[in-house]
């Protein structure tokens, strides 16, 4: 008999509530899986803080605060090791308890290979339980960020993975489909009642939730509705259909504020958009130059970046609601550099002389994949970087697609110039660099889709793992980002900036990592 929670159960679990709280929520895009460790990406991500738990995680603020663990030090004995103590008491939605032996099996799934979690990972040598409520971690060598690396770490019950066949991690870009892909079972405030991918999603409280008395709660039942087209899902928040969308359209951003009994709440995201390249491969299948790869050449992509005008995506695309970017880490993070990220100018002119001193003076097409339903005005970014790029020669056929089928072209290396973004649950560059700068590979490197390979980068970049002294450990970083800067491994964009509209009585903050954590969020 598998240990699953039926519907009916999960209803009768809540009838001790005096009135459901419930909140309809809409976003562009859906969770792509239910599988904690199968796709590192934002919205599955945050669909996931709902149900599941990691050890450690970030507030509303951003801030590290205690989860399924409530304390975390160095090991007084070892260096290399990590001890986490754990919260006692708590259960899965199914009832059963949680303890070290759930967080040891989570983490060595999510290093496993079909992990999209396991550059996280990466420096740890082995995960163990020292008794039922403390665990450690060993690293190669000291790691001072593991904690940083966990906030996203999802907890699994061992025994439901095994019991129904979800001890392997969704092989999501393979096109697997799994029982842990549409099925869920942790220890967060919320529990899974439905699941219907891309139409609707319902979750209701979990009443013996650990935390019911720390926070709010207010927020008893949630309905998950992806609408694509933006028109619709403003029409929904403002007919009342929604409560809460997470990406209200910049050109709906005043006539959703003048509407009585909604508000737009901004902050600036922890999350940049930018242009990846195939600069490794022999030839491209994608452009009309044969037996070569123009992006090969670091003069073509530096004048692809100069043809890029930020300033007009801003203002035209963006309504200013983006901040151009020269590098390709928010500036929460780490290893940021103000001068760095304004190193992206417009230079027609000179990105001309530089396609004609690679040979490409009469320039060359391209395909650009991008996705339609995940980033802010994503595609419309595209397609004013069509008409941009152009002026320099190069003609851009423009593919835009559902991130569901965006996003494994880029992990299967089936793109050559590709839109990504980026934010940085750690805040810190060692999370860019071991996913977007190291050689792709068995633990570092899956969203590489420049076919880029360094290895004295990587060498350098694995070494960030266990480097104790701060001060070194940062100039390392800053000379990781000169080579990344000087070999235009990407095309930078922008910074996003959030607009969350809702309703007036929703008092929440706006999460910088566009985490909607709803166990926060009060009702008045």
Avoid at 95 to 105: I, L, M, Q, R
Avoid at 270 to 277: C, K
Avoid at 394 to 411: E, G, M, W, Y
Wanted: with cysteine.
């Amino acid at each position: 008999m598998t240990r699953t929670m039926t519907v009916a159960a999960v209803l009768l679990a809540t009838t001790s509530f005096a009135s459901a709280e419930t909140l309809n929520w809409a976003r562009a895009g859906d969770s792509l899986t239910l599988d904690p460790h199968a796709q590192n990406e934002g919205p599955t991500s945050a669909l996931a803080h709902q149900i599941m738990e990691p050890l450690v995680m970030r507030d509303m603020t951003g801030a590290i605060v205690p989860a399924l663990a409530t304390e975390w030090n160095p090991s007084e004995e070892n260096p290399n090791v990590w001890v986490f103590k754990l919260r006692e008491g708590v259960s899965f939605h199914d009832g059963a308890e949680f303890d070290s032996e759930d967080v040891v099996f989570s983490l060595n799934r999510a290093m496993t290979d079909d992990s999209d979690y396991k550059e996280l990972l990466a420096s740890v040598k082995e995960v163990r339980a020292a008794d039922k409520y403390t665990v450690e971690i060993e690293t190669n060598g000291p790691n001072p960020i593991m904690p940083n690396n966990l906030t996203n770490m999802f907890m699994m019950d061992k025994g439901w993975a095994e019991a129904n066949n979800a001890v392997k991690v969704q092989d999501y870009e393979g096109g697997e489909d799994t029982f842990a892909a549409k099925n869920a079972n942790g220890t967060g405030p919320y529990v899974l009642v439905s699941r219907e991918p891309d139409v609707k999603t319902v979750l209701t409280i979990n009443e013996n939730y650990w935390g019911k008395d720390e926070f709010p709660m207010d927020v008893t039942e949630i309905v998950y509705t992806p609408i694509q087209n933006a028109a619709t899902r403003v029409a929904a928040l403002l007919s009342g259909e929604v409560d809460f969308i997470q990406d209200v359209p910049v050109q709906d951003l005043e006539r959703v504020a003048g509407t009585d009994g909604l508000d737009v709440r901004t902050a600036p995201q922890n999350r940049v958009i930018f242009f990846g390249m195939n600069m490794g491969d022999a030839d491209l299948a994608n452009d009309n130059v044969e037996g070569k790869n123009p992006l090969s050449d670091v003069r073509v992509r530096r004048a692809m970046s100069m043809a890029i005008n930020r300033d007009a995506i801003k203002k035209v695309v963006m309504r200013d609601q983006s901040a151009p970017a020269g590098m390709i880490s928010p500036p929460f993070v780490n290893g940021w550099d103000e001068a760095m990220d304004a190193s992206s100018t417009t230079d027609i002119e000179g990105a001309k002389a530089l396609m004609a001193e690679a040979g490409y003076g009469d320039g060359f097409s391209i395909q650009l994949d991008c996705p339609n339903d995940r980033y802010i005005n994503d595609e419309a970014i595209c397609q004013a970087a069509v008409g941009m790029l152009a002026q320099i020669g190069v003609t851009v056929n423009l593919d835009a697609k559902p991130k569901a089928q965006h996003f494994p072209l880029i992990n299967n290396l089936e793109t050559d110039f590709y839109m990504l973004g980026w934010g940085v649950p750690t805040y810190d560059s060692e999370y860019i660099f071991n996913f977007l700068a190291h050689t792709k590979g068995d633990k570092y490197g899956s969203w590489n889709g420049t076919r880029y390979s360094n290895p004295d980068l990587d060498a350098k970049i694995q070494a960030l793992a266990s480097e104790t002294d701060l001060e070194k450990r940062n100039a390392d970083i800053a000379s990781i980002w000169q080579v990344v800067q000087e070999e235009q491994l990407y095309i930078p964009i922008h910074h996003q900036v959030l607009n969350w509209g809702m309703k007036s009585n929703i008092d929440t903050i706006v999460a910088p990592d566009d985490t909607a954590k709803f166990k926060y969020f009060k009702l008045n």
